[in-house]
């Protein structure tokens, strides 16, 4: 074997003592800067150390250790090119074959809260990136490891003479990866420290796993990014495309709400929701808003799933059941069901702050609807002023209708939604429709509340609530004929709640 010489520059140390005494043991030289070649050294390995190799000192603590021509040249010049040999052998220098390098920890320190700024700008690596990019340039004669994740199989093949170049072609655009997310994060940390608004929008999410399908069968789908770091499914089969979109949903919508609150979701819309202060009640009472959607459906808690929840649950089929927590005794029960998947939520998605769409030639941004309503924010525009109750079942249907469909009507009462319309290409249409499914469940609505997503643009959605018995409505304003609206609920003696804010969910 001929030009054995490895460069090893790691910030992750880890597995790199071994890594290194696999390598020297096999006859490569090891190249090592800093506290890599330290702790190497103190481990026995026998290293040399870059500036000795060069001739030229690491300067300005430490910013500049590797960029030197030796290190480079050794690194890109082309193996079977006759000139590229003659200058390297002019300019004594000698070919690196092996690279292994990972890079300081820009992004962990950027989101320490405690970082400086100046702690900030000497984690961004200069030469880690630019010896990563030239071994990956040269991956014909140079193999380029970026990870402690990769040394296992690199030195199987390295040992077992399985080295090949479609091998190092993979290494190499793995590394490529690494130095795109890795300039990814600091462009956006100083496009969001020196701008005001976001300037550019880059994604570099791994693929995280393969979908049978997505939407439908003749369409692939995939999963990129961290998905499992808000989600652990526990068991059942695999999550398909439509699943994962309506879990999340669903998970959504629990989390906005009280303690013990149970949802059912069917294709990203509620079913069925209610808080009761008593995991077991409120998914009966969810459950009743609409059994006969909620079958198929994914079932949501916002806390522990006990024994008693979990027999019940297993009455019907249900895709999903998502909950922080299950009862070891709840575990055993939903399990019968072999397929049905079961999920725990491990986090709330505090840290997602936009969302994005697909358009043609790019896409569309905006940022997540965090709104909450207080009760400064819940103005009584008519005569009839609410009563305690009325402002509790109103403050719970609003939850509902701001993860609706539009146009989304919500009936609640006692904490229940009993009717839901959602989808509708007019407001009334998702009156009707929420009544309709209301009556059909056995569901009387005297003396419930409605939520709307959006203001009513014409006075008939109110009269049309007027005729069911609706007591209260909630809903953002704003309309050309908000006083014709107020002047519908007046005349049928309903309170009615402006919030100034709009909730609409396409």
């Not at 962990?108 to 990136?129: H, M, W, Y």
């Not at 040394?151 to 190499?172: H, P, S, V």
């Not at 069901?337 to 986090?347: M, P």
């Amino acid at each position: 074997m001929q030009n054995k010489i490895a460069l090893i520059s790691v910030s992750d140390k880890t597995g790199i003592v071994e890594f290194a005494g696999k390598l020297n043991s096999l006859g490569y030289k090891i190249l090592a800067t800093g506290n890599t070649a330290r702790i190497l050294a103190e481990n026995g390995i026998e290293i040399i150390n870059v500036s000795e190799f060069t001739g030229f000192p690491e300067i300005f603590d430490g910013r500049v250790k590797t960029l030197h021509p030796k290190i480079f040249g050794g690194i890109l010049f082309r193996r079977k090119n006759s000139a590229d040999i003659e200058e390297s052998v002019a300019n004594g220098i000698e070919p690196v074959d092996i690279v292994c390098v990972n890079l300081y920890p820009f992004k962990k320190v950027a989101e320490n809260p405690d970082s400086t700024l100046e702690e900030i700008i000497e984690n961004i690596d200069i030469g880690g990136p630019g010896l990563i990019r030239a071994a990956a340039k040269n991956y014909k004669d140079v193999s380029v490891i970026t990870s402690p994740a990769q040394y296992e199989d690199f030195m199987e093949k390295l040992q077992t003479g399985k080295l090949d170049l479609n091998y190092r072609e993979k290494l190499a655009a793995e590394a490529f990866s690494v130095t795109a997310a890795y300039d990814l994060f600091i462009a956006d940390f100083f496009e969001n420290k020196f701008f005001e608004g976001k300037q550019s929008l880059r994604f570099n999410y791994k693929l995280s796993r393969k979908l049978r399908y997505g939407e439908n069968p003749h369409q692939k789908a995939y999963v990129f990014g961290n998905f499992d770091e808000y989600f652990e499914v526990l068991h059942g089969k695999e999550l398909s495309y439509n699943n994962i979109v309506d879990l999340i949903s669903a998970a959504e919508i629990v989390m906005e709400l009280e303690p013990e609150s149970c949802a059912i979701i069917k294709h990203t819309n509620a079913c069925g929701a209610a808080s009761s202060g008593d995991t077991f009640n409120s998914y009966i009472n969810a459950l009743a808003c609409d059994p006969v959607s909620a079958f198929g459906g994914i079932v949501a808690f916002n806390s522990t799933v006990d024994e008693k929840t979990a027999t019940k649950l297993n009455e019907i089929f249900l895709e999903i059941v998502v909950a922080p927590e299950f009862s070891p005794a709840a575990m055993e029960i939903l399990k019968k069901k072999k397929n049905r998947r079961i999920v725990r939520i491990l986090s709330n998605f505090d840290d997602i702050d936009f969302q994005i769409k697909s358009i043609p030639g790019g896409v569309l941004m905006q940022d997540k609807d965090k709104s909450v309503i207080t009760d400064d924010m819940m103005n009584t525009v008519t005569d009839r002023k609410c009563s305690v109750k009325e402002l509790e079942d109103l403050k719970f249907a609003w939850k509902i209708s701001k993860h609706t469909k539009s146009n989304a009507i919500v009936f609640v009462k006692n904490k229940m939604a009993i009717g839901v319309g959602a989808g509708q290409m007019s407001r009334i249409d998702s009156v009707k429709l929420a009544a309709k499914r209301a009556k059909e469940h056995g569901h009387s609505l005297e003396g419930a509340v409605a939520a709307s997503d959006a203001f009513f643009p014409f006075a008939d959605g109110v009269e049309e609530m007027a005729s069911f018995g609706i007591t209260a409505v909630i809903q953002p304003g704003g309309s050309i004929r908000d006083e014709e609206v107020i002047e519908a609920a007046n005349k049928h003696n309903i309170s009615m709640v402006f919030t100034g804010i709009r909730n609409f969910k396409h």
